[in-house]
């Protein structure tokens, strides 16, 4: 019977403890989903007050836009004063803007786009903040409303559309179309994926270009928003820029901003590294071509010194030389310059 009392103590106790157990586990297991939804929690409030400011500085710029067409229409000199005035609380509300977002940012450079939309970006390319995906792809512009400052995009390569926010659309710079003519080799945005990629115009048609990728050797026919010119410069180029540059400084592109994923981190640390290098290389060929010249100017010099006093470089005249003249005079220096005029005495 004790024995038997004793077991079901022994196996009390067991159940006990690893309950115990279990429930510590447990607690830690919450404690763990709690921080990670408390980080999501403060990058949610962040993007949240980045949205704020974001869309007060554009608001600010689109009011400073409306002013200016104002002051640009008025006749009247009291009416011409008060918007001046707010043009000028304007302009310093949005100075203090910018620094305010760069601070919550904590970087010197925007993220977002701070430009305000213009009708005439429709039908042209843009990079655009994917509102689910978080990260920026290319896009077409289809609508823009001036006033609220937003824009209809569709997504390059996937049948999606958006409305979004101008600091959320990045407009791509127009092509120089001067310098797109058939058989030149220059980038394109290929509408199956909406990346770049390298292409070689074959023709121009009505629609825009006729373009054959290079890797694919597809054939597409895209309009001028579609095209870059060439942004690699030649290896020789590189080289001389990186020669010249007195202390390595990061380029604009590959600074690693907040809202960069790990792909594009780990991208822009890759293309650093393999910069570094070079210009450590550079340093040392600078380095050694000092020591070249040093040693040849040396090794000039000694040669000179070792042929002794009177040695005369090549295409050097004498100091002894003569005059042609029958009045010439030996052994005076600098002679071939004219002879000494001596005073005839006269007899008494």
Same mark, same amino acid.
């Given at each position: 019977?004790?024995?038997? !009392? ?24 919450? /404690? ?11 990058? @949610?409030? &962040?993007? /949240? ?7 007060? *500085?554009? /608001?600010?710029?689109?009011? #400073? ?16 004063? =008060? ?6 609380? #304007? ?7 910018? /620094? ?21 970006? +429709? ?6 903040? @994917? ?32 409305? *979004? ?16 003519? &058939?058989?030149? $080799?220059? =980038?394109?945005?290929?509408? &199956? ?26 054939? =597409?026919? +895209?309009?001028?928003?579609? #095209? ?11 080289? *001389?820029? #990186?020669?010249?540059?007195? !202390? ?67 295409? $050097? ?12 005079? +030996? ?18």
């Amino acid at each position: 019977m004790e024995n038997k !009392e004793r077991s079901r103590s022994q196996s009390k106790s067991r159940s006990h403890s690893s309950v115990e157990k279990s429930s510590r586990s447990r607690g830690g297991s919450v /404690e763990s989903e709690g921080s990670v939804t408390n980080q999501s929690e403060y990058d @949610h409030r &962040q993007d /949240e007050s980045l949205d704020k400011q974001y869309t007060k *500085l554009i /608001e600010y710029k689109n009011n #400073l836009y409306k002013i200016d067409t104002l002051i640009s229409l008025e006749k009247d000199e009291k009416s011409l004063s =008060e918007l001046h005035k707010l043009k000028n609380n #304007l302009q310093q509300a949005i100075s203090y803007q910018e /620094e305010n977002i760069k601070m919550t940012q904590k970087t010197s450079s925007f993220v977002f786009s701070t430009e305000r939309l213009l009708p005439d970006y +429709v039908d042209r390319v843009c990079s655009a903040w @994917h509102p689910r995906d978080k990260r920026w792809y290319h896009a077409v512009v289809d609508k823009v409303d001036s006033d609220k400052q937003t824009a209809d995009v569709s997504w390059i390569g996937y049948p999606e559309k958006n409305t *979004l926010k101008a600091m959320y659309i990045k407009m791509l710079p127009v092509p120089n179309i001067a310098k797109l003519r &058939q058989g030149v $080799t220059c =980038e394109a945005i290929n509408p &199956q994926d909406g990346k770049w990629q390298g292409v070689v115009i074959e023709k121009l048609v009505d629609k825009g270009f006729l373009v054959k990728f290079r890797k694919s050797g597809n054939k =597409e026919t +895209v309009n001028l928003y579609y #095209l870059r010119e060439p942004r690699n410069q030649p290896s020789g180029n590189k080289t *001389l820029e #990186l020669n010249s540059m007195l !202390e390595f400084t990061i380029p604009e592109h590959l600074k690693i901003l907040p809202n960069d994923s790990m792909e594009e981190r780990n991208r822009k640390k890759k293309k650093l590294k393999h910069l570094k290098q070079g210009y450590k290389t550079s340093l040392i060929d600078r380095d050694m071509q000092d020591k070249r010249s040093k040693w040849s100017n040396f090794n000039e010099k000694s040669k000179l010194q070792g042929r002794g006093h009177f040695y005369t470089k090549k295409n $050097t005249e004498s100091i002894f030389k003569t005059s042609d003249t029958l009045n010439g005079r +030996v052994g005076f220096m600098n002679s071939g310059k004219g002879m000494t005029m001596y005073r005839i005495h006269e007899q008494w």
